[in-house]
């Protein structure tokens, strides 16, 4: 099977009558076969994604297939799907069936998408190396002693290893930005409010946001455009048409601003300096203007997300009890002990830790303290970024400050894996698009990615953008 990175080219030939859903379904499916030891995928849909192309076929040959015919999709285990299981890959949901499907998965097959089956994710998307899973941690497919990145680690080497075409992923404070720059793929954040979270397992509600994860920047703005728009169910979107987005069209001329931090540090990756500092010298001689600015609440604001999010992860995992549905412990006798040991066997290490924090920063002695504080440090941020964006076109910087690490090489240490959040926590934190552009690969072959941020429902300047730094990177 001719291997596709874009959407247009499956349904050319598709219309051609050179490929059929059904020979693209089964060339996925054989390639998920034999890459089972990467764990990407908890359960996989191969008698249902068949019988939907045999569908989707005929309505190619009819002229009436949706955009997205041939497209065939990855789904993180965050995202609900009607009559399928899904559990944020935790034991606290074994068992549990969806009721509905979420609005950007409903909005994806009514335009003929094919959903393959549900990938591998930190527990309830809280890690950054896809280790925190009840299911075992997912393998980089490039070097299989390396983290592929988290949360969404399974969407990301679904794609990067050929088992999907495209993944959908959630993103908190780097979830789909950081896996993509560890796979070598495009992983894009929107605007906070731009996709409909109806139907995504809440990790921290204000920060949550859906996300495609593609090989190519077309299928990003095609899928983007596909899922945005006003939905009853989600009082948070905006309130205003569904955008559309024309392809990419890189600008003559771009205003670029590089935060001094994330390229002179001690702990950035010299080849991913190497490659900024190329980046910035390419643009440059091009004619486009690179300025940097001094971001000093860069020390700030990893700990005011995690004081912010395991505070609503503490809100929101409160539903998950053993009483209405999932895990109820064997063990427990009355009320009381039903909530505890449900709740204590069916939580992992990294999920009781946050929302042990999280009950803490919310208590009535800490609350001014912490959760007060990081609310006021979060609107500084918002309002800091949006004085940088006021003079540019988009902020510049790599999406992670390394490659890809070791399996277990953070794992002992808590604050050492939360930093790997750094570059990729102030768009959550502000609540603006952000994406990672793949930018090569490390002497020993790891992927790095590049990361671009614009403002508020800016989507198609960052776009724009974005093929700007795809022919400049080449």
């Not at 908890?42 to 192309?53: F, K, P, T, Y």
């Not at 910035?280 to 001094?294: M, P, R, S, W």
């Not at 500084?380 to 076109?393: C, F, M, Q, S």
Request: proline share 4%.
């Amino acid at each position: 099977m001719k291997h596709y990175s874009r959407i247009s080219a499956i349904r050319e030939d598709l219309n051609a009558g050179h490929i059929t859903c059904v020979s693209l379904v089964e060339y996925y499916l054989k390639n998920i076969d034999t890459q089972k030891h990467l764990n990407a995928f908890l359960e996989v849909w191969g008698d249902e994604a068949i019988e939907r192309a045999r569908s989707i076929d005929e309505k190619v040959k009819a002229g009436t297939a949706g955009r997205l015919a041939g497209c065939v999709i990855a789904l993180k285990d965050v995202l609900a799907y009607k009559d399928h299981r899904v559990g944020s890959s935790s034991k606290i949901l074994e068992g549990f069936t969806s009721i509905y499907s979420a609005t950007v998965v409903q909005r994806l097959l009514d335009e003929d998408a094919i959903f393959i089956g549900r990938t591998n994710c930190d527990e309830f998307a809280m890690g950054a190396s896809n280790e925190n899973s009840a299911f075992g941690p997912v393998l980089n497919a490039v070097d299989n002693t390396r983290v592929p990145g988290g949360s969404s680690g399974g969407s990301a080497v679904a794609v990067q290893a050929k088992m999907a075409h495209a993944a959908l992923g959630s993103d908190t404070g780097g979830s789909i930005r950081q896996p993509a720059a560890f796979t070598g793929i495009y992983g894009f954040k929107p605007t906070y409010g731009l996709i409909s979270r109806w139907g995504l397992l809440a990790y921290a509600s204000s920060f949550d946001q859906v996300g495609p994860m593609t090989q190519s920047l077309e299928d990003t703005v095609l899928l983007t455009e596909i899922m945005a728009g006003p939905d009853g169910q989600d009082a948070t979107l905006y309130q205003q048409p569904s955008p559309q987005y024309p392809q990419p069209q890189a600008p003559s001329k771009a205003r670029f601003a590089v935060m001094k931090q994330a390229v002179s540090e001690q702990g950035i990756d010299p080849e991913v300096r190497t490659m900024m500092q190329t980046l910035i010298a390419k643009l440059e001689a091009a004619g486009h203007e690179v300025t940097y600015f001094d971001f000093p609440l860069l020390d700030y604001m990893v700990p005011a997300y995690y004081v912010l999010t395991t505070a609503e992860a503490s809100s929101n995992l409160s539903r998950y009890a053993g009483m209405m549905y999932g895990k109820r412990s064997g063990s427990a006798h009355d009320l009381e002990s039903t909530y505890t040991l449900s709740r204590t066997e069916g939580f992992g290490e990294e999920v009781k830790r946050r929302i042990m924090l999280g009950t803490f920063v919310l208590s009535s002695d800490q609350y001014d303290a912490y959760y007060d504080k990081a609310q006021k440090v979060r609107q500084v941020i918002r309002t800091e970024t949006e004085k940088v964006l006021a003079n540019v076109d988009a902020i510049l910087l790599p999406t992670t400050s390394t490659p890809a690490f070791k399996l277990g090489e953070k794992a002992a240490d808590p604050v050492a894996m939360y930093m790997a959040d750094l570059l990729t926590v102030q768009a959550n934190l502000a609540g603006n698009p952000a994406i990672s552009i793949p930018a090569g690969t490390t002497e020993s072959g790891l992927p790095i990615g590049v990361q671009l941020m614009t403002g508020l429902l800016e989507e198609k300047a960052l776009f724009d953008l974005s093929k700007l730094l795809e022919e400049t990177l080449g």
